[in-house]
């Protein structure tokens, strides 16, 4: 189902100097015990960026994952890049959220970073789905111009692949801004955000249940706060 994003998403952070880095095997690829699901994740070095994570789970069409987080470096307040794409085959339901996930909640922030995100919220008006966010609180680590989808998978009035190739250019566009006397958060501030939106992810994540359902309580909770928030993770720096 998103083969297609996955490659897109892939070739853009090569052309961006991105390079893989070497994964732990039960994290890189790992099977459920009836080997009706596979996991594969990957970890990107891009330039501008201290960790880029790549995660797809296959069970066929019964469920297709497409999961992406990337955090820029330390010394750069920008936000946080995150996709979230669930395809439910049996039910043919799209899940789909595509956001700048803002490390503060600030007017002078939003203004600085999330112009592209707001012209295609407003192009892409399919993508405003007002519910099932519950889980999450939308004032922390989401936008108001999140992009979010419910529904039918073969409804939408633009093709998923589209939406999602404007996002990240958009989301590119941030990298070229110029050095500026403007920044909101200090190295410090920007560490200790990140910090908080991996512990905070860490324990609302729902993806948590459905990798324990289909891979084991242990490699479910070592891959939450080892690999997908390992800031999370005890005794981590």
């Not at 669930?86 to 600030?106: E, H, M, R, S, Y």
């Amino acid at each position: 189902m998103f083969n297609q994003i996955f490659e897109e998403l892939t070739t853009s952070i090569i052309s961006h100097g991105g390079s893989k880095v070497p994964l732990e095997s039960k994290f890189k690829e790992y099977f459920s015990r009836k080997k009706d699901a596979v996991i594969r994740s990957f970890v990107w070095d891009v330039p501008g960026f201290r960790r880029w994570r790549i995660t797809r789970m296959d069970v066929g069409e019964k469920l297709q994952v497409l999961n992406s987080v990337a955090y820029p470096n330390y010394s750069n307040d920008q936000p946080i890049f995150g996709i979230d794409f669930l395809w439910f085959g049996t039910k043919k339901k799209l899940v789909a959220v595509l956001d700048f996930q803002p490390l503060i909640q600030n007017d002078y922030y939003f203004e600085r970073y999330f112009s592209g995100l707001k012209t295609l919220k407003k192009h892409y008006s399919d993508f405003n789905t007002k519910k099932e966010m519950n889980l999450y609180d939308s004032k922390k680590y989401f936008s108001p111009w999140v992009l979010f989808y419910v529904g039918d998978a073969y409804n939408l009035k633009y093709s998923l692949k589209e939406v999602f190739l404007n996002f990240l250019d958009k989301y590119w566009l941030i990298q070229k801004l110029p050095d500026r006397d403007y920044k909101s958060l200090s190295t410090k501030q920007v560490k200790d955000f990140q910090f908080e939106y991996d512990l905070y992810n860490a324990e609302v994540d729902p993806a948590h249940g459905l990798f324990k359902s289909y891979f084991g309580t242990q490699w479910a909770d070592d891959f939450l706060h080892q690999f997908l928030f390992p800031k999370s993770f005890r005794g981590c720096q």
